[in-house]
């Protein structure tokens, strides 16, 4: 028998388990001793909800030293993959809505956004430059079965032979691969695919949702014979759970076909703390106090470091051994790197205006 302070477990084909506060709510509910959480944890899973969003514009500009300038677009805004490690979650309050379960299951889809991205990439003013899709959010996830929003993007980007980067956890980009083949032939994309775990039963309980990390080799082996450029990212490195197999996702990748490799080590920006130490109390408890102190000897004693060159890669010993491991591994398997992506070939359809009439030198004479 449950009792009445004990919190409820996982939900089935979800990553989090409750709907911690909004950070900008000005109250929040807090149970009483004895009282269920039941307002913040469904008894069941809940069913995924997409909604229309209505942003006028779609190109995002970056200029994370981590990740160098430069402009991304992302279709969709929330992630049914559930990742419970996700550092897009915190994204979500900014809707209103929860880190938690809502950013999972409030799907918002930019439904506007091949047109937009046109418009925008038009302007006189625009200069070429290589364009990441889906780098907040997975531009493939289960709603671009049925919406089809990255594909058009994709179709926009080859008219224009626009160079883009994309990264995803899902089979699905397999689908795109006329069209990545022939942005491929002119240097104009990159494929990146995310593998966490090489556990099939890991990997369910931390990206629910996600293509299971077989599959997600194979698809790197179907882009590859298909000459596209592609590649792995090790991400993220999870520190005493998932950290031991990188050596591992590296040589499985490179067999399949990957050309280049990074990594990124476990974010836990804002919300995501509580919601990942959750995750461990309910799938990995006799683990728990070892991963976590692990996490803090990456970040000097804290769970989380937001300076620019430390929150993706930590610092200290520990990050030092990571980068060499991962390093030497990279050189022993001899990945060859991608080709540069190009810029020039850029062709935009600048909107054309009309030619005005010349008023005559003399009123009464054309």
């Known amino acids: 028998m449950q009792e009445k302070n004990r919190r409820p477990g996982p939900l089935r084909g979800r990553g989090a388990s409750h709907n911690p506060p909004n950070r900008y709510h000005t109250v929040h509910r807090e149970p009483v001793c004895g009282e269920p959480e039941e307002d913040d944890h469904p008894k069941s899973s809940p069913e995924t909800r997409l909604a229309p969003d209505a942003s006028r514009s779609v190109l995002s500009s970056n200029d994370s030293p981590d ?18 490690y996700c550092f897009a979650r915190p994204t979500h309050a900014y809707l209103d809505l929860s880190p938690g379960i809502d950013f999972e299951t409030r799907i918002f889809y930019k439904e506007h956004s091949p047109e937009l991205l046109q418009k925008e990439l038009s302007r006189p003013s625009y200069r070429c430059q290589p364009l990441a ?3 907040n959010t997975d531009a493939y996830q289960p709603a671009e079965g049925s919406l089809g929003l990255t594909r058009k993007i994709l179709e926009v980007l080859e008219a224009m032979r626009h160079p883009v980067t994309l990264i995803t956890k899902s089979s699905l980009v397999e689908r795109d ?6 942005l491929a032939r002119q240097n104009l994309v990159h ?6 775990t090489l556990d099939a039963e890991l990997a369910r309980r931390l990206e629910p949702r996600a293509a299971t990390p077989q599959r997600r080799l194979r698809t790197i082996e179907a882009l590859s014979q298909a000459d596209i450029p592609t590649g792995v990212m090790v991400a993220p490195v ?4 998932t950290e031991p197999e990188t050596e591992q996702i590296l040589s499985e990748a490179r067999t399949a076909g990957a050309r280049t490799a990074g990594y990124v080590l476990l974010r836990l920006p804002l919300e995501l703390a509580d919601l990942f130490e959750r995750w461990l109390e309910e799938h990995v408890p006799e683990k728990k106090r070892a991963i976590l102190a692990a996490i803090r000897e990456f970040h000097g004693g804290k769970l989380y470091d937001s300076r620019f060159g430390a929150r993706m890669r930590g610092t200290g010993v520990r990050a030092d051994l990571l980068e060499q491991r991962f390093g030497l591994q990279v050189r022993r398997l001899a990945f060859p790197g991608l080709p540069p992506l190009r810029t020039d070939l850029f062709v ?3 909107p054309t205006k009309p030619a005005k009439k010349s008023a005559p030198l003399f009123p009464g004479f054309a």
Do not use: K, M, Q, W
């Open 67 to 84: 990740v160098g300038p430069g402009l991304s677009v992302n279709p969709y805004r929330g992630c049914e993959h559930g990742c419970v």
């Open 133 to 135: 899709l889906g780098i």
């Open 177 to 182: 691969i006329d069209i990545l083949r022939a």
């Open 191 to 196: 494929v990146f695919l995310s593998i966490t």
């Open 238 to 241: 999870i520190p005493v759970l």
């Open 348 to 350: 935009p359809p600048f």
